[in-house]
Structure formats: C-alpha cells, structure tokens
C-alpha cells in the first residue's frame, strides 16, 4: 500500500523559504514521477510541480522561477523548495504519484500546511 507523508510547512512572512518534503513508502520510488499539488481554502486543489523519474520537471505558471522540486531516490523523498513565498501560496501541500499532471492515488496525505502572512 502506497503511503505519502508530507512535513515542513509552517508559517512564514511573504518573501520568506520554506522545504517540503514528501517521504513515500509502499512503492518503488524511484520508478514513478511525482508531483506537488496544494489547497487553498475555497479552491479546488490545484497541480504546482511534477519531477519525472526520469529528472524531468514542470512547473504551473503560478510557481514558475520561484518554487523548486527534486527527489532523492535513495531516500523515497520528494521535495519542494518555495522561494518569494506570497501570500496567494497560503495552502495545504500534498504529494502524489503522477501521470502527466494527474495524481493517480486516491487516498491522499494529510498534507503540510503552508501559510504566508505577516
């Protein structure tokens, strides 16, 4: 069974960094692309970032320049640094296997949440 973990949100002032990071278990990492997605109170959850297994990566235009994701394989861990945080990326964070941009695991994480305010 597939398990996502995401950890490092927290609270930060607009301009400010933060890590994500996802831990995966249950599959082999390595193998799969992986994408971020966030929630923002009131929206639907929205695509942020995808890393192929083969390095590959994309960005939303939202993100573009500012955010940046990679993966460790050896340690089943995804990762998102967020620079220039804004106010518009106060949201919850969540992890999952993709195709495209599409995640393909039902059951999602909890999600970390990510606020950025003054």
């Known amino acids: 069974q597939v398990q996502l973990v995401e950890s490092g949100g927290g609270l930060v002032q607009p301009g400010g960094s933060l890590r994500l990071s996802c831990a995966a278990s249950?599959?082999?990492?390595?193998?799969?692309?992986m994408g971020w997605y966030r929630q923002a109170p009131g929206k639907e959850r929205e695509w942020v970032a995808r890393?192929?297994?083969?390095?590959?990566?994309n960005y939303a235009a939202s993100v573009k320049g500012r955010f940046a994701i990679s993966r460790d394989n050896a340690k089943n861990t995804l990762y998102l640094q967020m620079n220039s945080l804004k106010p518009e990326d106060t949201a919850v964070y969540y992890c999952?296997?993709?195709?495209?941009?599409?995640?393909?695991?039902?059951?999602w994480g909890q999600g970390t949440q990510v606020t950025v305010s003054s």
């Open positions: 999952n296997v993709v195709i495209g941009t599409i995640a393909t695991i039902e059951t």
């Open positions: 249950g599959m082999i990492f390595s193998s799969y692309a």
């Open positions: 890393i192929t297994s083969a390095g590959s990566i």
